[in-house]
């Protein structure tokens, strides 16, 4: 039996969901939304980081995370970001700055 593949986006939109996030797919972006918090979700790696939000995340396959993560130091983007790493199996890990 093959193994059945779920998009970063549907992935991204699960894990947000269950965080208590209402999502919404907008522009080729998911929106996730829990009380005052808005989270605009980026489920590719973008040829150019976005310098326009408050709250941002990056969701990329597990492999490639920490690559994202770094380029995402490097860049400082003035907003606050994370990156999420996304298995297949549902696992999934948090790279986010320092405080």
């Not at 980026?42 to 310098?51: D, L, N, R, V, Y």
């Not at 492999?63 to 970001?81: C, I, N, Q």
Request: include cysteine; glycine fraction near 6%; proline fraction near 4%.
């Amino acid at each position: 039996m093959a193994a059945v593949t779920t998009s970063l986006a549907d992935q991204a939109s699960s894990i947000f969901a269950d965080l208590g996030y209402s999502v919404s797919r907008t522009d080729g972006e998911l929106r996730a939304e829990r009380k005052w918090r808005v989270v605009r979700v980026t489920c590719s790696e973008p040829s150019t980081i976005p310098t326009d939000g408050r709250h941002r995340c990056f969701v990329t396959e597990m492999e490639d995370a920490v690559t994202t993560y770094r380029r995402l130091s490097v860049e400082s983007p003035s907003y606050d970001w994370a990156v999420l790493g996304v298995d297949d199996d549902g696992e999934y890990a948090v790279y986010r700055p320092s405080a």
